[in-house]
């Protein structure tokens, strides 16, 4: 990932307005900063989120608290607890997350 055109900044999540993002079932949260070519977001799912989508974009993503399960396409799933991470290219292999008890994430893209 190459960040461009991105000045230095800081951010005061809480006052990041928030928008829902139904799943499959349970609710995303996100609150989302965009600068240069970047996406920074602040995630955080229900209890019993599952994705409504398999997802290939190159990402950063953190899990701050909870836990979070992220299903590959080809059948493989990682369980992440707070203060894991993974790391995936554009057009890597299709994911999606699900949690039972929820999870806050921070995910750079």
Same mark, same amino acid.
């Given at each position: 990932m190459k960040i461009e055109g991105v000045p230095f900044s800081a951010i005061d999540w809480d006052a990041v307005e928030s928008t829902d993002h139904p799943g499959e079932t349970g609710t995303a949260r996100w609150r989302t900063v965009e600068a240069g070519n970047i996406r920074v977001r602040m995630v &955080?799912?229900?209890?019993?989120y599952l994705a409504d989508h398999w997802r290939s974009r190159g990402h950063v993503?953190?899990?701050?608290?909870?836990?979070?399960?992220? &299903?590959?396409?080809g059948g493989r799933s990682i369980v992440m607890s707070a203060g894991h991470s993974y790391?995936? &290219?554009?057009?890597?292999?299709?994911?999606? !997350?699900?949690?039972? !008890?929820g999870a806050l994430l921070f995910i750079v893209d």
């Open positions: &955080e799912y229900s209890p019993n993503l953190l899990v701050l608290a909870g836990e979070l399960t992220t &299903e590959l396409k790391h995936v &290219e554009e057009g890597g292999e299709p994911h999606r !997350s699900r949690t039972a !008890s």
